[in-house]
């Protein structure tokens, strides 16, 4: 078996491209199973809860 080593930044940058990619296929899977909320209702409810912290205040 093949060993090799890499810095701890180069680590770094491999498991964040990794963990980039995963979130990418995770999205494209929520995306085909209709797991998605338009645009348009994302700045509802971002309107609503922006109102509501006002009115906790």
């Known amino acids: 078996m093949a060993r090799f080593h ?4 180069e680590f770094d ?3 964040e491209r990794a963990r980039f ?4 296929d995770e999205g494209l899977e929520d995306e ?3 797991r998605v909320v338009s645009h348009e209702e994302v700045i509802v409810e971002m309107k609503r809860r922006a109102a ?4 906790a205040q």
Do not use: F
């Open 6 to 9: 890499v810095c701890s930044a």
């Open 13 to 15: 940058r491999l498991t």
């Open 21 to 24: 990619l995963s979130a990418i």
């Open 32 to 34: 085909s199973e209709g």
């Open 52 to 55: 509501n912290r006002r009115t």
